[in-house]
């Protein structure tokens, strides 16, 4: 399959490479020579298996680095061509355009920091935004903040139901190991962790211990998990279906607001935008 994929293919490009290791930078390289050399072609020697790889960004941290890390800064220093992305698409109203334009050489003058202004809602001249209509009941919330990020979700999933008549369902994490609930004295020592404590290399370490869903509620992928099929960090569904575990006993179909005692089995999830 490997082969099949790489063959025919000239061309690779990465956008935000930024939010690639120099580590998987290595091993993407490699995976692509493989292939390219399993296809007959013989180009092992080259970075990507001689395909033309393009990178819109890459970042630099020359200390510490690993062996894999030096190969993949060393594949990024071959890159001897400099492509300058000038036109904005994204953005088509004349005076925001201008605006980005500005922003980006650092010349913005009283005009453009009064229509920033303009778009704070407390400001007069923020023109009428109703939360309960198209298209504000379907914003989404920016925030770097893990605090302001849960305290959203609660508050607008809280909302949603109140709205739908669907089920709030509470779900609390389950501590267990090896398949075996932990005893007082392990939930104890987990409770007395550093409140920085997190587990090195484990991107699930900072989990919520509890969440609020209802069917219908829109999610979002915080995490690249299947990035071919679309299942990748960003990817936007909404949750059709709850199957709760076949212990659960605290399922009422009458109450607006049900707290679970076990995790539900699992979700169904359907994405706006996916490959599969």
């Known amino acids: 399959k490997l082969a099949a994929f790489w063959k025919h293919k000239l061309y690779l490009v990465i956008d935000e490479v930024s939010m690639i290791a120099r580590k998987f930078f290595t091993k993407l390289s490699t995976s692509i020579r493989k292939g390219k050399s399993l296809a007959g072609e013989k180009s092992e020697d080259k970075p990507f298996g001689g395909v033309n790889s393009t990178v819109l960004y890459y970042p630099c941290d020359p200390s510490k680095d690993s062996a894999e890390k030096m ?140 969440i609020e869903i209802a069917v219908g509620m829109k999610v979002m992928v915080t995490f690249n998990i299947k990035t071919d099929l679309d299942i990748a960090n960003r990817a936007r569904g909404e949750l059709v279906e709850i199957v709760s575990d076949k212990q659960e006993s605290s399922f009422s179909p009458t109450k607006a607001v049900v707290e679970l005692e076990y995790p539900p089995a699992y979700f169904l999830i359907k994405l706006d935008c996916t490959k599969a």
């Open 71 to 210: 190969l993949g800064q060393k594949i990024y220093k071959q890159f001897t061509t400099v492509v300058r992305l000038k036109e904005q698409v994204h953005v088509t109203d004349p005076q925001w355009n201008d605006l980005l334009c500005h922003i980006r050489h650092g010349s913005c003058n009283h005009q453009h920091i009064k229509l920033l202004r303009s778009l704070i809602l407390t400001n007069s001249q923020c023109p009428p935004t109703d939360f309960n209509s198209s298209p504000w009941n379907d914003a989404i919330l920016v925030t770097p903040h893990h605090a302001v990020h849960h305290q959203w979700n609660s508050k607008v999933t809280k909302n949603y139901c109140q709205q739908s008549h669907n089920q709030l369902f509470i779900c609390w994490a389950l501590d267990m190991t090896q398949g075996q609930r932990l005893t007082l004295e392990e939930s104890f020592t987990v409770a007395m962790k550093p409140k920085g404590f997190q587990a090195t290399g484990n991107d699930h370490a900072l989990l919520s211990n509890m």
